[in-house]
């Protein structure tokens, strides 16, 4: 990113949030820039559904996870060494699997719709896996909504990738998941600012699950909100964190 356009996002940060949001903005840059030189890899940049190839309306654009506030939230988790293992749905370029392999997960598998992103994604993980906590990491590019969860799949994460008829099958073979196999369950999802009108479709539906209660909503300033649930089945004990 070059230093006029650098200066141009600063004064438009600065006119709506003040000093404060520029400083946030400036540390968010850093933390990006160190990221992906220390991890090897590239996950920046924005790209439409319509450039995907993707013609349904239900899928989202790719757009990173801010690394900073990925990394709070995950430390706030309570994580089994070995026996937890974390599921990104909308994988995209693989920024946070590989945040998320950083921490002791038993394994880390994400689902991308696009071969494209998929490909990135591997060729990411090539890069950065030398330097990760968890070594088993896996991409598969697939439907979301035909993806069987595996049966140990525990953190689920969700940077508005999809919603209505996608998104309702992606958590009826969750629920499913859990019937098969009761285990406690974490799920993450990362909210894009409230411009992007497609951001209360998918956190309507997720709220109104009935099987998932809120646990915790966090905000990292007034574009960023983070809601994280668990499953609330009485047979299922609550997961902490």
Known sequence: ?????????????????????????????AMVRFNEYRYGIH????????????????YHRYSPTDYLQLSKVLADLTIRAGCDSFLDFGAGRGRVMIVAASHPFKRVLGVEISPDLAATTRQNISRAIP??????????CADAAQFKVPPDATVIFFFNPFHGTILTRVLDNLRASLRERPRPLTVICNLPPLEFADQSQFEHQIQACSWLKLLKERSFGPESRWLIFCSKDPTLRDRPG
């Open 131 to 140: 330097r990760l906590c968890c070594k088993d990491l896996e991409i598969f």
């Open 1 to 29: 990113m070059s230093l006029l356009t650098i200066f141009s996002n600063s004064c438009r940060v600065f006119m709506k949030e003040g000093g404060s949001g520029v400083a946030r903005s400036l540390l968010c840059r």
């Open 43 to 58: 996950t920046e940049g924005i790209v439409t559904a319509r450039e995907l190839g993707l013609e349904d309306s239900e």
